[in-house]
């Protein structure tokens, strides 16, 4: 069974201080993992796709990076409006989707 | 616009009484799904579907019926609501295989079952 373990469950950081997401997986074929913001009463919005070990992603504050066993989210920098749940998912070869339970991320100025 | 969009957004129902929340991507979409997002455990996905009238269950089925007769909707059904199925669902689409697969969410659909 696909799994998908996200740490830690939340993160307080003040403005300025960088930090690491961590999403650890197992999945039979990787299709894909994905790394999406949630804000409060929103849907998922989607940040990046990482399809095989090695590959880096970059978006303003965020980098995402890709091992065989584990992703992290790189937050540089952050500011206040970073503040939201990163989630991270993968994609199995028979298309399902299986996603971590998420890392909720407060910054204060 | 690229949308999916879910219906009803907020809905307060009482145990039993079945109800249907619909699903429409205007993206031309081939892969529709269905998830529930609890807290403390992330989104788990309920059915999803491939293309017009290919359905397959995901993690967490049961009380949940989906059909998927045009490409564009994809409606989820509860014949029987129980308490149990209060929670926060998203309806998401995306094209299949290539570069960029980029998954769209709907807004989301907050259902209370009394």
């Known amino acids: 069974e696909d799994q998908v373990t996200q740490s830690p469950e939340a993160l307080r950081l003040q403005e300025g201080e960088s930090s690491s997401l961590n999403c650890s997986y197992t999945?039979?074929?990787?299709?894909?993992l994905f790394w999406y913001r949630q804000d409060p009463g929103k849907g998922p919005e989607f940040l990046f796709t990482?399809?095989?070990a090695g590959e880096e992603k970059e978006k303003e504050r965020l980098k995402a990076t890709l091992t065989k066993k584990e992703s992290f989210l790189h937050i540089t920098a952050p500011k206040p409006e970073d503040s939201a749940t990163y989630l991270c998912?993968?994609?199995?070869?028979?298309?399902?989707?299986?996603f971590g339970a998420g890392t909720t991320v407060t910054v204060r100025a | 616009e690229a949308q999916v969009t879910q219906n009803p957004r907020y809905l307060i129902t009482v145990t039993g009484k079945k109800l249907t929340v619909t699903c429409s991507q205007n993206m031309n979409h081939e892969y529709m799904s269905w998830y529930r997002q609890d807290p403390g455990l992330g989104l788990r996905q309920i059915y999803y579907?491939?293309?017009?009238?290919?359905?397959d269950k995901g993690d967490v089925p049961e009380g949940y019926k989906v059909s998927r007769k045009e490409k564009r909707n994809f409606p989820l059904i509860l014949e029987s609501p129980s308490p149990n199925q209060t929670s926060l669902y998203f309806c998401a689409s995306s094209f299949q295989g290539g570069d960029g697969n980029t998954i769209y969410f709907g807004e989301g659909s907050w259902l209370t079952v009394v």
């Open positions: 998912a993968v994609q199995a070869a028979d298309y399902k989707l299986s």
């Open positions: 999945v039979s074929g990787l299709r894909g």
């Open positions: 990482l399809y095989s």
């Open positions: 579907s491939m293309n017009v009238e290919v359905t």
